[in-house]
């Protein structure tokens, strides 16, 4: 169990946290909510202890363990393979692996009557029991299950890490935290990197797991699957809601109602007490009457409406239409030597068309934007209609701001026909009024580098957008504004996003990137998983009946090729006689081994029981005699589990012949 008690921080005159507490417990599966700046992210921080607070603020039981996943890369990968890095996450069970092996050959080593070899064998107990308590024989499975999980194939094992990119390096932390299986997952924004199939594998996974876990999204969808609670931070308060993020939303505005209609209420009392004592203070018949009406005024705990966070409030700037077909691609194909990203991408836009690009990362995506804002070459036509106006924001726009600079200059300078004046409307718009706009950007959170970089792509007009994970770092209120702004727009839109939720709302085409090819699907994204899944229906259905019409065919074959087959048959099954024949003997001897190495566990077990008794250290023979035994038993054990390893691995090779 982790408590937080009484936490506050502030930064200058910025409230941070105020006296905020909270509990967390085994399994609690908690969605941790607020505009970007509330302070989530340190948050985090401070309950991983990577961020200092005052003692006794943060405690935890001993048995406690925390592991943080943050926004942004710190490691340093070196020249470890992608399966190292990631086995580095089990570095405690394999060092303890590596002392018992040592422990091992040390005690083979001893003559019999040395006294080492008791403090020897207490030592290999423990490490045994520790290793086997963390089933150490599964290690490289759970690294393929998840690592495949998370996106990456067998062939990516073998690889340098540091040779993938920004996004798939944050799959391999969040890979080593899920292995690590702590008590306490913290992630904040796990989904920003993932593609569609990689989000539900780990939502599945998440759904799954045992520990408890804090996560920091701003994908809806997401946190609606995977928290049943849901915590709020507003304006350095903490407010705790039983349910997912869906839940939240109800039950909160439930609770403003019911603030407003108290607050209204009071109000009215107010206001009707002071009318009475300002029409009657005079009157000295009604002096006890007015008096009194004082006195409850004055006794009176005044309600207080919460405050409300900020959130974005704009429109995309008009720019002039253009005609009627905004973007046609003919036999486009695009290239890395010899890898092929994609062939013969053929598709139209008209005015007013949403299109929502998908496919798994590396499919060809972010690629295909660039191509159209002409960043990339490719073959083929690309063509653009009369009086189009292009905008393009990458995904890793924010990235590539100049640290140096203001927000206001780095809006500024991207102006065509803006004042400065403008320049600073638009960004209080985005939430940066007053002094906030002379900030430098090197010092800005990611979502707020997210909004200045958004911010300095609206002050150009454009009549077709292309936008490449536009919501990362966005909290969710920024993305619901987003959201309708897009909607309302009258120009065209070419969007890449992961978040489902947000493009749901205002796409009306989908355009698929699968395996080099692209197929344009009409409707949201619900529409094309609902096409998909029909499609891959009479696909199914469509194979099984050539198989049924193949089977049905070889049946009507001639006699003479039936006589060939019988014969085919009979040499098979002579040659399968043989090898059952050799098959035998190996099975033999992996009966045998199986037997004895039970055997032999059952009596390690007893062993190990008899040596765990403090009565036996008092008898220095029978300690003796039991420690011998214990040895010749250990040593056993490796020659059979020898001989059963060979012929185990005998008996797959035959039986692969067969």
Request: hydrophobic share 35%; with cysteine.
């Amino acid at each position: 169990m982790l408590s937080i008690n009484d936490l506050s921080l502030q930064y200058g005159s910025k409230h941070i946290f105020r006296n905020i507490s909270a509990q967390v417990h085994t399994g609690d599966r908690v969605g941790l909510i607020g505009v970007n700046g509330a302070g989530k992210s340190t948050l985090l921080k401070i309950m991983c202890r990577e961020q200092d607070v005052d003692p006794g603020i943060v405690s935890t039981a001993s048995w406690f363990s925390v592991a943080y996943l943050p926004q942004e890369i710190t490691t340093d990968l070196g020249e470890r393979t992608l399966y190292e890095e990631a086995e580095s996450a089990f570095a405690d069970v394999l060092a303890k692996e590596q002392e018992l092996q040592e422990v091992g050959r040390e005690l083979s080593l001893l003559d019999e009557d040395d006294p080492r070899i008791e403090e020897l064998l207490n030592l290999q107990g423990e490490l045994q029991h520790a290793v086997e308590g963390c089933d150490i024989f599964r290690i490289r499975p759970q690294i393929e299950q998840i690592l495949t999980g998370l996106g990456f194939t067998h062939a990516d094992l073998d690889r340098k890490a540091s040779s993938f990119s920004g996004g798939w390096i944050m799959r391999l932390l969040l890979a080593k935290l899920l292995l690590q299986r702590p008590s306490l997952l913290l992630l904040d924004e796990p989904t920003n990197h993932l593609d569609l199939d990689s989000l539900t594998w780990l939502e599945n996974f998440l759904q799954q797991y045992q520990g408890a876990l804090i996560v920091i999204s701003h994908d809806r969808t997401f946190l609606d699957r995977v928290t049943t609670a849901s915590w709020e931070l507003s304006l350095g308060k903490l407010t705790v809601y039983r349910g997912n993020y869906s839940h939240y939303l109800v039950e909160k505005e439930q609770r403003l109602e019911l603030e407003r209609a108290a607050y209204d209420n009071q109000q009215a009392l107010i206001k009707q007490t002071e009318r009475f004592i300002t029409r009657f203070r005079a009157k000295s018949t009604k002096a006890k009457q007015v008096q009194s009406r004082v006195r409850q005024l004055e006794k009176m705990e005044r309600l207080e409406l919460s405050e409300t966070d900020r959130t974005i409030n704009f429109s995309f700037p008009p720019a002039a239409p253009s005609g009627r077909d905004v973007l046609m691609l003919h036999n486009v194909n695009k290239a890395y030597g010899k890898q092929q990203v994609f062939d013969q991408v053929e598709f139209n836009l008209q005015r007013g068309d949403k299109l929502a690009v998908v496919g798994v990362n590396g499919a060809g995506k972010t690629t295909l934007l660039k191509i159209l804002a002409g960043l990339e070459p490719a073959e083929g036509e690309i063509r653009q209609g009369h009086n189009v106006i292009l905008t393009y924001f990458g995904q890793h726009q924010a990235q590539e701001l100049s640290a140096e600079l203001s927000i206001v200059d780095t809006v500024y300078h991207a102006a065509d026909d803006m004042t400065i004046t403008q320049v600073r409307s638009l960004l209080g718009a985005f939430l940066f009024t007053g002094d906030e706009v002379e900030k430098k950007v090197q010092v800005l959170s990611g979502g707020e580098k997210s909004r200045v970089a958004l911010a300095r792509m609206l002050v150009r007009p454009a009549n077709l957008m292309l936008l490449d994970e536009p919501t990362n770092h966005l909290d969710i209120s920024s993305q619901e504004v987003l959201q309708d702004a897009m909607a309302q727009y009258e120009g065209t839109i070419i969007v890449v996003s992961h978040n489902r939720f947000f493009v749901n709302s205002f796409v009306n085409k989908v355009l698929e990137i699968r395996d080099g090819k692209a197929n344009i699907y009409e409707g949201n994204i619900d529409d094309y998983l609902a096409q998909r899944e029909k499609l891959e229906a009479l696909e199914t259905e469509k194979s099984e009946t050539l198989e049924c019409n193949s089977t049905l065919e070889n049946e009507d074959s001639s006699s003479g090729s039936r006589v060939d087959k019988k014969e085919q048959r009979r040499q098979r099954a002579l040659e399968r006689e043989k090898l059952n024949k050799k098959l035998g003997p190996w099975k033999k001897k992996n009966e045998q081994a199986e037997e004895e190495i039970e055997q032999l566990e059952v009596r390690k077990a007893e062993l190990e029981e008899m040596m765990a008794a403090p009565d036996l250290y008092a008898d220095q023979e029978k300690w003796t005699e039991v420690s011998k035994e214990y040895t010749r038993v250990e040593r056993r054990l490796e020659r059979v589990y020898s001989l059963w390893e060979e012929a185990q691995a005998a008996i797959e090779e035959i039986e692969q012949q067969i």
